[in-house]
Each structure stands twice: as structure tokens, then as C-alpha cells.
């Protein structure tokens, strides 16, 4: 019987992934992750559903203690990247760096284990000639989570299982409520747990970074405002400005030099195209020319027809079909072909040079 240890963190998702494993014959045991201290799905409430769970479907639960790590990985890495004026995306770095990597390291040494499973809409299978493990879009296109999956190496895509990857989030639930789960009728999570945790971003922050005023301009440098911090803003933002005009601005660039919040018409804010770093070729070796994909530059952004460019040092150039609204430093930009996750990277910055 082949053992899998499931990540848990006490949501639904998790948690029928752990049911219908064990229905499907396999030997489960669940892991949860001790991420933070207070509400949420990665922490105190989260242990505790998860350790119910476990109890009603009778298997093992072991936790884990990985605060130092998350403080160090995903804490850290926001409170940098908000200060330097970029909109990190904790969530791809911390299933690489904190979740999957540790998670498959602790079940292959503790528990005597080669596999791990999550709750993931995500799905894995093999290039039959490359042999390379490939990340492939859910089922459920509204749901699919491979842009967060992306930084995944080809031993921790070989050895997870997504077992809600081929379903809809409707069949989930039912799965829940079928098997009568503690945890059926729980509430869906926000996509981020630090949000659940602290209730928004800025709170997050403002615990970390104190408020630094400073001027909001508009692209010739007139001062029109003023703000209380760029860690607050990101590009694209139109709402919560504070300032007044007669059409609509939004937030063109974050100068953490001079501390200033640039402003500016819509068309200014659109991208021909971006750079990436920390390149991971997920489902393919890297190419050694161009490469025709589907960019997807934000996780509810739709992907759009690009060229992608290999750079020495993990990196990639991206020229988009047609400019793209909101190109933003420290977020990922993500290729596909078809629902085949190709390549995926951090956007260091965006090419202004084209406008809508």
C-alpha cells in the first residue's frame, strides 16, 4: 500500500483530498504546517480542524513547526519587497521554499513516505517523450492554481498527487458533505493566509513597516497629493488615491528613492512587455531560441499570446501580442501552452515603451 501524507490546513479542499485518497486505497497520514499565531487557514484554527479531521478519519497527524521558515521565506520577503516599491507574491514562494520541499523532505525522513498530496487544483503527468513531469491546469479553469504552483522542481512535481485537480469545486464540497467532514461546511479561505490573518495587507504591514509619508505625482512630477507609504500602493491601483482630479488616474510606478507614488492616465499603465527573473522551466528543459505562449501576468488575468525569450542567469524576456494593463514588479509572469505550465518567474520590470 503506498503511504501519502497530506498537507492539511484544515480547509475543505485539504481535506476532502485526504478523504478521497484513503477511499482510493492508500495509507494516509496528515501534516500540518505551524506557519503563524492567530486566525487563519495556516495556523491555530487551521491546526485544530485539521487534527479533527484526522481523528474522524483515523489517521496519524503530525505537525510541524515551520514558523522560523515562514518568517524567514514569506515574512521577510514581503516586508523587503513592499519597502523596495515591488508587489511580492508570497504565495508561489512559499509552496517552494516553505510547503512542498520541507513537506516532501519531513514524509520521505519521519514517515517513511514518497509522496505528499495537497488540496491544490492543479494536475501532474508525464511527457511520454521527454519524460519530464509536467504541471497541467485543474478541471476547473476557475479554480486552477498552476500560476502559484509554477517554481515547483521536477522531484516535488514526481512525487505529488492533486486529487481535486480533475474535479469542480462543486464536486469537492459534495465530497465533503458525502463523507460527512468536520470540516464540510467550513467557509472558503482567502487566497492569502497572512489577509485571513491580519484582515488586509496594509494591517499586515503597518506591523512591520512604519508609515513614511511622502508626495503622489503625476509623470511631469507635479505633486498632487499625499501618501502614507508605497508598501500601500501597487501599479494599476485607481481606488484609494486620496487625491482629486477630473478623470480617472492610477498608480503608473512606486519610487522608493525619492518615496513618490506616480500617477497617470490608463494608457500609461499598459506593458509591451516585462523581464523575469528566478526562470523555472517547470514542464520543459529550457529552449535555446524564442518560444511561442500564453502569458498570464496576474492570477485572475487572463493569459495572452507572447513571445518568450531565454537570458543567461535564470532569466527570460516576455514580448507581449498586444500591451498588457498592470505589468507588476514582484509579481510572477507565468507561460503556458494550452493548460501545460511551461516556464514561470518574478517580473523585475515592465517595458513602458507601448501604450494601449
Not at 514580448?319 to 514582484?330: A, I, K, R, S, Y
Not at 511551461?342 to 507601448?354: E, H, N, S
Request: aromatic residues 8%; hydrophobic residues 35%; negative net charge.
Amino acid at each position: 500500500m503506498t503511504k501519502v501524507v497530506v498537507g492539511l490546513s484544515g480547509g475543505v479542499d485539504s481535506s476532502a483530498s485526504a478523504a478521497l485518497l484513503q477511499q482510493q486505497g492508500y495509507d494516509v497520514a496528515g501534516l500540518t504546517l505551524w506557519l503563524m499565531k492567530g486566525k487563519g487557514q495556516c495556523c491555530s484554527e487551521g491546526l485544530v480542524d485539521a487534527a479533527a479531521l484526522c481523528e474522524q478519519l483515523g489517521i496519524e497527524h503530525h505537525v510541524v513547526d515551520s514558523r522560523e521558515t515562514f518568517e524567514k521565506y514569506i515574512v521577510n520577503y514581503l516586508v523587503e519587497g513592499y519597502s523596495a516599491g515591488v508587489t511580492p507574491l508570497p504565495c508561489s514562494q512559499c509552496n517552494s521554499a516553505v510547503k512542498f520541499g520541507p513537506m516532501l523532505a519531513y514524509a520521505r525522513a519521519e514517515l517513511g513516505a514518497d509522496y505528499i498530496a495537497t488540496g491544490h487544483y492543479a494536475r501532474v503527468d508525464r511527457d511520454p517523450d521527454s519524460g519530464r513531469f509536467r504541471l497541467r491546469r485543474a478541471f476547473d479553469r476557475n479554480k486552477d492554481q498552476t500560476y502559484f504552483l509554477y517554481d515547483l522542481d521536477q522531484d516535488a512535481l514526481g512525487h505529488s498527487l492533486f486529487p481535486l485537480g480533475e474535479r469542480q469545486k462543486t464536486e469537492t464540497r459534495k465530497i465533503a458533505a458525502d463523507s460527512e467532514l468536520v470540516t464540510a461546511t467550513k467557509p472558503e479561505s482567502q487566497d492569502l493566509c497572512l489577509v485571513e490573518s491580519h484582515g488586509t495587507m496594509r494591517d499586515f504591514l503597518s506591523k512591520y513597516l512604519s508609515p513614511k509619508p511622502g508626495d503622489i505625482v503625476d509623470t511631469d512630477g507635479k505633486r498632487l497629493g499625499q501618501h502614507d507609504g508605497i508598501q500601500n500602493y501597487t501599479i494599476g491601483q485607481r481606488k484609494g488615491l486620496g487625491i482629486a482630479a477630473a478623470h480617472p488616474l492610477y498608480v503608473v510606478a512606486l519610487d522608493p528613492g525619492k518615496n513618490q507614488v506616480v500617477v497617470g492616465d490608463r494608457d500609461r499603465v499598459y506593458s509591451a512587455g516585462c523581464q523575469i527573473s528566478r526562470a523555472n522551466w517547470v514542464s520543459i528543459a529550457e529552449p535555446s531560441a524564442p518560444i511561442r505562449a500564453s502569458v498570464q501576468v496576474r492570477y485572475r488575468s487572463q493569459a495572452t499570446p507572447a513571445t518568450i525569450v531565454p537570458l543567461p542567469n535564470q532569466r527570460a524576456a516576455i514580448q507581449f501580442d498586444e500591451p498588457q494593463f498592470g505589468v507588476t514588479p514582484g509579481q510572477a509572469a507565468v507561460g503556458y501552452d494550452d493548460d501545460v505550465l511551461l516556464v514561470g518567474g518574478i517580473i523585475d520590470r515592465p517595458d513602458k515603451t507601448a501604450t494601449n
